[in-house]
């Protein structure tokens, strides 16, 4: 027990311990969700008024593919330069900027329409590029703050939340986009979400700050916050680049950590899951089981809400289990393990033609997949203290190296095969790695100290 002189105790201190504390962190927590899922709205909005603008500007299937993949090649390329702008210029800042710049390109792709022939192949390409480039700070950033807001007995719940914004996004602004392409035209569902974003990031410099800085948080707060781990201090002044040393000498440090390497490891398999629900699971549903697109359509959100329902479950799961006096390791690791095991379920499809049965199956298989989503949580853990931000980034870069390798694998095993069956063990195998990675070959889970 620690014994405290009381000449030593300031007076912002001694009344932190009387007054009930404020719940900030909570408030901070709803900011992150809200930008979130505008984050994953943006990004969708290319897909919602794609029809519309493609008949409308004259382009092919194989010009909407090369522009749809323009943000996955910029997100994962920009990932390290984000980590360092906010491991150097704090997340406050940088996100703001990042939020303004990825719904300022937004918007401007919507004025596509005014340029003619295969130059608006160049500027959809150059402006999607832009946006994917812009948002590449955004994870790393909800990775930092919840390392910085939240103790680690709630860290888990605060990083299953943000990332169910994913889910929660598409229920909400799908419908929205939809509502104003069809009635407004395509070139307003770019301006609505553009324009919102930028409302967002006003509001954003509003309500974000460093914990030990807000204006409505109260010492007690910051004692339990800072008694549970939370990082209360990382973008105050003077707390940057304090490890002294150079970006790429930091990213070797990772990649040269078993357990920062086992965490990747997982990271990419879990996105790979994620990836295949994302793309290739309509034409699934359509080409080997026989759906009409209407119905596929419909069918296809199911996962979507059942890997929202997971998400925070896993969340609540770990939590619990740490409040509850299990080690750190145990309680992250259980719940990503037993969901992976849980997404493995999708390859008993391949021995059944029964679509209820079917969508039960891929419906189990995401829950599973959103119970053992909580790498945020566990690179909020374990990242070097001085460079959460670039830690979070080179993290979620390997991650979304998956967004890039899984259509194309998936693509090459249905044309070789004509069948689907398998792709579904491919991702499945893809579960099972995850599971072993975390078992194997991540060990304990601690917060990774830098060489000096």
């Known amino acids: 027990m620690n014994i405290v002189n009381a000449s030593q105790t300031t007076p912002a201190a001694s009344m ?46 194989a010009e909407m593919g090369l522009i749809f ?29 990042s939020i303004f710049f990825w719904s300022l ?18 500027v959809l390409f150059a402006l999607r590029f832009l946006v994917g480039l812009a948002e590449a700070p955004s994870f790393p950033g909800n990775s930092r703050i919840v390392a910085a807001w939240f103790p680690s007995h709630e860290r888990a719940t605060a990083s299953a939340i943000f990332n ?30 553009g324009g919102l974003g930028i409302v967002i990031a006003g509001i954003w410099l509003k309500v974000i700050y460093n914990p030990s800085e807000h204006p409505r948080i109260n010492q007690a707060e910051i004692d339990y916050i800072s008694s549970g781990g939370g990082l209360v201090n990382m973008d105050s002044p003077g707390k940057k680049d304090t490890a002294g040393g150079s970006q790429m000498g930091y990213v070797r440090q990772l990649f040269s950590n078993r357990m920062m390497v086992g965490i990747f490891i997982g990271q990419f398999c879990i996105n790979a899951i994620t990836y295949f629900f994302l793309t290739w699971f309509p034409v699934y549903l359509v080409q080997q089981r026989g759906m009409s697109i209407l119905n596929a359509g419909i069918v296809a959100s199911i996962p979507a ?9 896993g969340g609540i799961i770990s939590d619990t289990m740490l409040k509850r006096g299990f080690t750190l390791t145990v309680a992250r690791k259980t719940p990503i393990v037993l969901g992976m095991l849980l997404s493995m379920t999708m390859i008993a499809c391949n021995y059944t033609d029964i679509q209820s049965v079917i969508i039960f199956l891929m419906a189990l298989a995401f829950f599973g997949k959103g119970i ?15 460079i959460t931000g670039l830690a979070g980034a080179v993290f979620n870069m390997c991650g979304n190296i998956a ?10 095993i249905v044309q070789a095969s004509g069948s689907f069956n398998g792709a579904l063990v491919f991702v499945g195998a893809n579960a099972l790695v995850a599971a072993i990675s975390y078992l194997v ?9 830098l060489r000096t």
């Open 305 to 313: 809400i059942c890997g929202f329902a997971g998400g925070i479950l």
């Open 164 to 193: 169910a914004a994913q889910y929660f996004a598409t229920v909400i602004f799908a419908p929205v986009m939809g509502y104003i392409t069809h009635y407004f035209g395509w070139h307003w569902a770019f301006g609505f979400m």
């Open 105 to 122: 390109f937004t918007i401007l792709q919507g004025l596509t329409g005014f340029v003619t022939g295969g130059a608006v192949v160049i």
């Open 372 to 386: 053992g989503a909580l790498g945020w949580a566990v690179i909020s853990d374990c990242a070097p203290k001085e």
């Open 403 to 412: 967004s890039i390798t899984t259509p194309i694998v998936i693509g090459y």
């Open 441 to 449: 070959v991540v060990g304990d889970i601690k917060r990774m100290v």
């Open 69 to 97: 993949s323009a943000f996955g090649w910029a997100y994962v390329v920009g990932q390290l330069p984000g980590g360092w702008l906010l491991d150097r210029f704090g997340s406050k800042l940088v996100y703001a900027l």
């Open 16 to 61: 932190g311990k009387l007054l009930k504390k404020t719940n900030v962190r909570w408030t901070i927590l709803c900011m992150l969700f809200v930008v979130t899922s505008i984050n994953y709205a943006d990004r969708a909005v290319l897909a919602i008024a794609g029809p519309a603008l493609s008949k409308e500007v004259g382009l092919t299937p």
